[in-house]
Nanobody, 115 residues
C-alpha cells in the first residue's frame, strides 16, 4: 500500500533550522509532484512548498527565501530544509504526493518553534 512517512520534526528555537524528510513507498515516486503542507491549531492546512516532477519548486510567501524543497528520486524521498524558523512556523507538517486522479498524504510531523 501507499505510505508517506515524514520525519525530522521537533522542537527548535527561533532562528534555528530543521530538515524534514518524507519517504514514499508504494508509488512510482518520480511521476508524482511532491508537496509539503502545514496546519497550525485552529487554522486550515496550507501549502508550504511544492516540487514538480521536473524539479521546479514553488513556495508560500511566508517561507520564501527561508526554505528549500528538494527531491531524490533514487531514494523516493522529498525534503524540506527550513531556516530562520519563527514561532509562526509551528504546525504539523504533512507530505503530499500528487498526480491527476491520485493524491496521498502522510501522517504528519510536528514542528514547534519556541524558546
Amino acid at each position: 500500500q501507499v505510505q508517506l512517512v515524514e520525519s525530522g520534526g521537533g522542537l527548535v528555537q527561533p532562528g534555528g533550522s530543521l530538515r524534514l524528510s518524507c519517504a514514499a513507498s508504494g508509488i512510482a515516486f518520480s511521476i508524482y509532484a511532491m508537496g509539503w503542507y502545514r496546519q497550525a491549531p485552529g487554522k486550515q492546512r496550507e501549502l508550504v512548498a511544492r516540487i514538480t516532477v521536473g524539479g521546479s519548486a514553488d513556495y508560500a510567501d511566508s517561507v520564501k527565501g527561508r526554505s528549500t524543497i528538494s527531491r531524490d528520486n533514487a531514494k523516493n524521498t522529498v525534503y524540506l530544509q527550513m531556516n530562520v524558523l519563527k514561532p509562526e512556523d509551528t504546525a504539523v507538517y504533512y507530505c503530499n504526493a500528487d498526480r491527476p486522479f491520485r493524491s496521498y498524504w502522510g501522517q504528519g510531523t510536528q514542528v514547534t518553534v519556541s524558546s
